[in-house]
């Protein structure tokens, strides 16, 4: 079919998707596209915003392909808590003592990478509520 012809990925755990999956954020993880990366392991990759919204901005993703909160399953606890602990880390590593954490599910919400991710936002006063 077309479909099928149309995409030609690598075999990697996620079945016939490239790893990291078909979004931009999939191919930061493959190095296809270049980014700021501030870290990197097995699970996770770390990386400053394109568009900062403070001082210090930047996007804590799942190598895993995962839509957003609302793809997650009961297999994800150990990858949801990986990622939550990488924000104190990261966000102190970044020179925060303070910082607002973002994760948008849904495009009602303001998500526009349909690839889960975390926003670390902080090195300003913050208001709320967010916009």
Known sequence: ??????????????????????????????????????????????????????????????????????GIEAGDKELMGHLMLQVPALAKQQGLTDWRTVINTGAEAGQTVFHLHIHVIGGRELSWPPG
């Open 1 to 70: 079919t077309a479909h099928s012809t149309q995409h030609k990925h690598k075999h990697s755990t996620t079945g016939n998707m490239a790893e990291g999956g078909d979004t931009i954020f999939g191919k930061i993880i493959r190095k296809e596209i270049p980014a700021d990366i501030i870290f990197e392991d097995e699970m996770c990759l770390a990386f400053k915003d394109i568009s900062p919204a403070a001082p210090v901005h930047f996007l804590i993703i799942p190598k895993k392909p995962v839509r957003g909160l609302d």
